[in-house]
């Protein structure tokens, strides 16, 4: 799926605007693991915000952000279950560092 992303939170390794590849099937064949950057349903509204997991604990992830001062995550929801994981960030092809020689 594709995913754009609107926000900070995740400076400075993804920008607002830019535009992610994501895999809504890789999560469910091979489980996500600490430091990967996944698209999930926030619990309390249903939106789609992208984020990195930051530990696993008996199927539970805690999410966050990179920027954590600009970043409502696991800090202020708590916890999520799989089955909020939408997918897992598997390429950014237009965006700031896409399009740089960096």
Partial sequence: MRFVV???SMEPNFHN???LFVSTIF???IKPHRGDSVVVKDPRDGRLVLKRIESVE???YLVRGDNSASST???TFGSIPQSAIVGKV???YLGKK???NE
Avoid: C
Wanted: charged letters at 45%; aromatic letters at 10%; zero cysteines.
């Fill in 58 to 60: 008996n199927d539970k």
């Fill in 17 to 19: 605007g830019d535009k």
């Fill in 90 to 92: 598997i390429f950014r």
């Fill in 6 to 8: 609107s926000g900070r």
């Fill in 98 to 100: 896409a399009n740089s």
């Fill in 73 to 75: 995550d696991s800090r």
């Fill in 27 to 29: 999560h469910k064949f």
